[in-house]
């Protein structure tokens, strides 16, 4: 599943569980005109972490995730982490492309 959104909120790196799993957790907003706008709180662990860390809030990322239900002492709870993200553009609004560049020799 793909969600396009900008980062409002980077959590800190964060050490859960018994086992020590290293845990960060990002929410994105669509980026709409609407009233109501969709969010999701997607969750990065272990080296997934390290493919945030050039990203902060305020930028527009395209983010691959997995979801998984769970069930913990009677409980169900959802889980989305994510697998994969790229940036579309940073909070300057430079998306960092280079696909235009006027200084070429080519002759057209």
């Known amino acids: 599943m793909e969600f396009t959104g900008k980062i409002i909120h980077k959590g800190k790196k964060e050490t859960v569980g018994q086992n020590g799993l290293e845990k960060l957790t990002m929410v994105l907003e669509e980026v709409t005109d609407k009233e109501y706008k969709a969010s999701l709180m997607i969750e990065f662990f272990k080296e997934k972490i390290e493919m945030v860390d050039n990203i902060k809030e305020g930028d527009t990322v395209k983010a691959y995730v997995n979801s998984r239900a769970r069930e913990y002492n009677g409980r169900r709870f959802n889980s989305i982490s994510c697998r994969k993200i790229d ?22």
């Open 87 to 108: 940036t579309i553009s940073q909070e300057g609004g430079d998306n960092g492309s280079d696909w235009y560049n006027d200084n070429d020799d080519l002759p057209f």
